[in-house]
């Protein structure tokens, strides 16, 4: 990535014409070819910007960017008052605290938080039909199956539903139960899983990360 701090004009020169008087802006040159012009306003948009494939040809005092269409982005340079490069690398893009599978390792790593005496039989326990997310013990024995889910809705208890009855053909595994684990479980679902027999629990995600602090509650 390249950054560019200068005085500059900028025109856009193509199917509609566009001019940005002379001031100080930001140049930013990304690995992917693109070109774009920032003021120090507008949060992350661009004042102007040529998108990938485009080609960046140097003059002194003069930036020519053109795309595959013919389109140009014309910049004069005044004063070129900082110009950096830096190799940044491959992104491993971004990841969402709170997915699913985070939510399934934190809870199988912290199974009591379903109750005393709960033990883990194993994580992504399969089936015919798929993984269940987490399949362990209660504090008398018997075997629960928990679908875990960001925010529960009604086909999550659904699939929870068909995981119960398949399980408990396994005269292994028979009885089954299921609960239905969630940050958030909407209405409809806590009810539709109550009148099958499942139980529902609400995940509090700082608490099974251990950055729940109880002295700080109100309640």
């Known amino acids: 990535m390249r950054l560019v701090i200068a005085r500059c004009q900028v025109d ?28 120090d ?45 830096f190799v940044l690398g491959v992104d491993p893009g971004l990841q969402k605290d709170g997915v699913e599978a985070h939510l399934q390792e934190l809870l199988a790593a912290h199974i009591s938080t379903l109750g005393a005496g709960w033990t883990l039989v194993r994580r992504e326990y399969m089936t015919a039909i798929g993984p269940v997310d987490i399949l362990c013990k209660d504090a008398a024995g018997m075997t629960v199956a928990v679908e875990i889910k960001r925010r529960g809705e009604i086909d999550g208890v659904e699939q929870l539903t068909r995981y119960v009855e398949l399980l408990n053909r396994d005269p292994l595994l028979s009885p089954v139960r299921g609960v239905f684990a969630a940050q958030e479980i909407k209405p409809q679902a806590r009810v539709l899983a109550t009148d099958r027999g499942i139980g529902c629990v609400t995940l509090d995600y700082a608490s099974l990360r251990g950055f729940d602090d109880p002295t700080s509650r109100l309640f």
């Open 12 to 39: 856009y020169v193509g199917r509609l014409t566009a001019h940005l008087p002379r001031a100080t802006r930001l140049l930013l040159v990304k690995a992917d070819g693109s070109v774009s012009v920032h003021a």
């Open 41 to 85: 306003d507008r949060a992350y948009k661009p004042l102007n910007w040529m998108s990938p494939p485009c080609t960046l040809h140097e003059q002194p005092g003069l930036w020519t960017v053109t795309n595959k269409s013919g389109e140009q982005l014309l910049i004069t340079m005044d004063e070129v008052l900082h110009d950096a490069s």
